[in-house]
DNA sequence: TCCGATAAACTCGTGGCCCGAGCATAAAGG
DNA sequence: CCTTTATGCTCGGGCCACGAGTTTATCGGA
């Protein structure tokens, strides 16, 4: 999840052994309670197949090593009243920002995945070195207060990203700025993810994609964003540099994009899209031009037409998404929804006439995100946590504990 | 890998146990020997990190269960010489089918994946009950001439598949063919997989994507097929119905695809799209037609044109397709590579051209398949097998053996 | 041809983790 | 208060891998 560490301290061999075997059961637990906060020690027995005696035994092995509490749970019927499972107080934690256009939020997690946010600000101008210089003073705080209970630090950002660090990014305006600096300690492993795929598998793992084997998920902001999950896990490319399918060549050929190619599909569908329909310059910030593009065209037909027109050319690039990919779900972010609501017809229409004709009886149902502005700071926690919980991670956590 | 198991055979609970964990050691093992043929026990030993202890351990185990061999390893230097990991000539099989527009084959592998051709016919007609009761002759002889070693049928198919069956097919021909039929025994599992997705994965596994974590093929036979692979494991969506890149509306929307939806990719790059930029009717078979015209180009400077045509509107789409999903490494079967090769110049230029900026300094390599018209019969080996080689199928095929 | 060096296989005691069976415990219901 | 019910706890046993020590097979040089 998320690009693969920028400096992760595996140093050791891969060890695929069976001695990591001892983690197994250990992991199959804390993954219950990830999933679902609030399981009773008893409901994850039964599911995970385990008997009493292990789960007793698993669940003090557990506390022992501060990664789990329980609190008696409400009564609910009768026989001996079993208990809820949480994060322990003193466990590890996951250290998670979100990084964006006008502002970043810094949020720790523990180990059921859900970002508490502890700092935010806005950066008024958006020079990468000042603005990382905030964002690690704000981790280093972060980790002065928990110690060696911060096991990863896992950013989200606005940007195309690649070998643990920004490689472009239009909504910054940056170019290949290494977030390295944003460590506290060198040894802890930093995750950086692009914030819409990180966004994406968070409705994949919690959100209205939840349960879904393939799941896909595209946002509008300026361009089209996006990102296939399969099995909760986004699919980032080899640098993690995917999900870029505004840069699909849906469009006019003739049209050039900002981003070197031609013809992108970012460029039909958001707010430089409409403008130009309606003879309009490029508006500097097409995210609001097209909220009040949205908002006029309830009155002004023209500006109705060219909402049209980018919810259909959004319905068919989709469509060829779906044709391509056959997720089991969509959901939409960002300026996404909007548009297909305010162009119902136009979108569906390109939708359905985008579709392999034999996809037309069932197509995947395309919902709306539910995580709105917080999905990418669940989806960096979890690629943080996807670590932590790891047979390497908990035995290093050990480690550091009885050592 | 490929289709999620028509019928398997798995009424039992998920079992994510740690009872299960008794086979990691031989797993690891076996998944050595399947991914190396001819790796040597030290050898293994050394990579898993195993004592030599534990090497001797699991291997009798599995001597004894009839899943591996030992011989003797030609003598490479001093010290008490080692033994090669062969599958036991007892041992578990798995069958595999390629369905192909003219013919069919039938092959069977042992646990080091290596498909051995055992029949194979070309069908006169294609009328599908008649393709599919020769087939399944054939799967019964093997059944019967091997017993209770076969533990699986896979089957790869030039069509679209989903839910264990033909969804449709143009090159076939067929609509809806459910394959249930194939299997000689209703609780042996079937899996059925798009062959040009099983080819990917073969590629990614064997071939020339060997160890690249996210590698894309895609194939030109008629229109563009394809998948993206993800850690030796093709994305082929939530009903199996993935991998189908000649739908993304890379074209002309004007262009009505047979598909049912309109500009498809696939119009634009195989032999109907070099026939239409010369002014004739769509070629019965583009795929013989496309040939012929990569031959006459050398002559005939319009059909050189047209075929540069199709070459730049196919590195235009493979460009977008490097954007949106960041692979290591590209691989062109089928029609792809001698494309590319006879037209390098407008391929290349539209390639690049269509790259987003920062992806020019280090764009993937793009190589040719070196498993040629094997690809989607390793690939459907490898997806029976990767059902074999899990702790399900480990201990299903110990409890026949020694209950 | 013998002998040391070398590499790898074999043996056996140990420990971790989980399972099963039996016992103990905490509520709800009559 | 006793029964029912659901759950937690205890303890012996099995399985798998680890580690250290021993044995075996080959190579290279004297």
């Given at each position: 999840m998320a690009s693969p560490a920028g400096r992760t301290p595996s140093g050791r061999p891969p060890s695929v052994r069976a001695r990591d075997a001892r983690w197994r059961g250990a992991l199959a637990v804390l993954e219950e309670m990830r999933r679902?906060?609030?399981?009773t020690r008893a409901g994850v027995a039964q599911r995970l197949g385990l008997t009493t005696g292990s789960a007793t035994e698993i669940t003090a092995r557990l506390r022992e090593l501060a990664l789990l509490a329980e609190t008696p749970a409400a009564?609910?019927?009768?026989?001996?009243p079993t208990t809820v499972l949480h994060p322990h107080p003193e466990g590890p934690l996951v250290v998670a920002v979100d990084l964006r256009q006008e502002d970043w939020r810094l949020a720790v997690a523990a180990l059921d995945g859900r970002p508490h946010v502890a700092e935010a600000a806005t950066h008024g101008d958006r020079e990468p070195g000042r603005v990382a210089a905030a964002i690690a003073a704000a981790v280093r705080r972060v980790h002065r207060r928990h110690g060696g209970r911060v096991r990863a630090v896992s950013v989200a950002v606005a940007a195309t990203v690649g070998h643990g660090g920004v490689v472009q990014s239009a909504v910054l305006g940056w170019d290949a700025v290494d977030l390295a600096a944003l460590l506290p300690d060198p040894r802890l492993p930093l995750f950086v993810g692009n914030d819409e795929a990180l966004a994406a598998a968070a409705e994949a793992r919690y959100g209205a994609?939840?349960?879904?084997g393939t799941a896909l998920h595209v946002t509008i902001e300026v361009g089209v964003g996006g990102t296939l999950v399969v099995d909760g896990r986004p699919v980032t490319g080899a640098t993690g540099a995917g999900g870029e399918f505004g840069h699909l060549p849906f469009g006019d050929p003739a049209l050039r994009c900002p981003c070197g190619a031609s013809g992108c599909w970012d460029l039909t569908v958001d707010g430089r899209a409409i403008a130009r329909h309606l003879g309009e310059p490029p508006p500097p910030d097409p995210r609001s031009y097209a909220q009040a593009a949205l908002a006029a065209a309830e009155r002004d037909a023209a500006v109705r037409s060219a909402v049209g027109r980018a919810a259909s050319a959004f319905g068919r690039g989709l469509a060829g998404l779906i044709n391509a990919f056959d997720p089991g779900v969509v959901t939409l972010g960002g300026f996404a929804e909007p548009l297909r609501t305010a162009a119902a017809p136009e979108f569906g229409a390109a939708l359905t006439g985008g579709l392999m004709r034999f996809r037309r009886p069932a197509p995947p149902p395309v919902v709306a995100a539910v995580?709105?502005?917080?999905g990418a700071l669940h989806g960096a926690a979890a690629a943080g946590l996807d670590h932590v919980l790891t047979e390497e991670g908990l035995s290093a956590w050990a480690a550091e504990r009885t050592g």
């Open positions: 679902e906060p609030g399981v009564a609910s019927g009768r026989g001996r994609a939840a349960g879904a995580l709105g502005g917080d």
